[in-house]
């Protein structure tokens, strides 16, 4: 499942156990279920804390590319995760992660699109919220699977793969990632990376 979206999963158990045709009805069905999948997620916040945990350097690194030069005087960071909005935020909060992230520009896993068209989409929503241009060369993806890598090339995105235990590094650079790094404890070294993939042509 690693890299795929909640309405990717959705579809393809409805395709496989009941009888829902692949259009409208599909789509319809993914807003409910994306609506209790939020709310289950919500009562089970306390273990969510006391049995998940943030990747080491975390917080460091999204405060420090917080303050990295961007389109808007600054770096714009949001999310592009198979998961609901909802579920995203509360993920993100229960470990405070939350303060340097846009969620109103993200791309979501309950939107009906692939990942790659995704980052398209995020990028939009950012140029529309920002009033300024948001170029592909200038947006890059921090990934942690192959299917991830794929989408930030789909989507016009430099790639930075974090080898965080689902994917090998060996695994993120045959997939095709721009950058590799094990994991988010050298906040310079991501910094620097991210410098160089948005500087270069």
């Known amino acids: 499942m690693a890299g795929r979206s909640e309405s990717e999963i959705f579809f393809d158990a409805l395709a ?3 009888e829902v045709s692949a259009g409208g009805e599909a789509e319809r069905l993914l807003k409910p279920f994306s609506a209790e999948l939020a709310a289950a997620l919500a009562k089970r916040r306390q273990d969510l804390v ?3 945990r943030a990747l080491p350097g975390a917080a460091a690194a999204l405060a420090a590319v917080a303050k990295l030069d961007g389109p808007v005087d600054k770096t714009v960071q949001t999310v592009l995760t198979g998961s609901s909005k909802p579920n ?4 993100l909060r229960a470990f405070g992660l939350d303060p340097h992230v846009d969620f109103d520009i993200g791309g979501y896993g309950h939107e009906a699109y692939p990942k790659g068209t995704l ?3 995020a990028r939009e929503r950012a140029s ?6 948001f170029g592909e060369p200038g947006t890059v993806y921090i990934a942690d699977s192959p299917r991830d890598v794929a989408a930030a090339r ?3 995105a430099r790639s930075l793969a974090v080898a965080s235990g689902r994917a090998s590094a060996a695994g993120l650079r045959d997939a095709g990632a721009d950058a590799v790094l094990p994991d988010l404890a050298d906040t310079a070294m991501l910094t620097a990376l991210i410098g160089r993939l948005t500087a270069a042509p």
Request: proline share 0%.
């Open 88 to 91: 995203a935020v509360l993920k």
């Open 154 to 156: 789909i989507g016009g």
């Open 16 to 18: 496989l156990n009941a």
């Open 119 to 121: 980052i398209r989409v």
């Open 50 to 52: 006391a049995q998940g």
């Open 128 to 133: 529309g919220k920002y009033e300024t241009a």
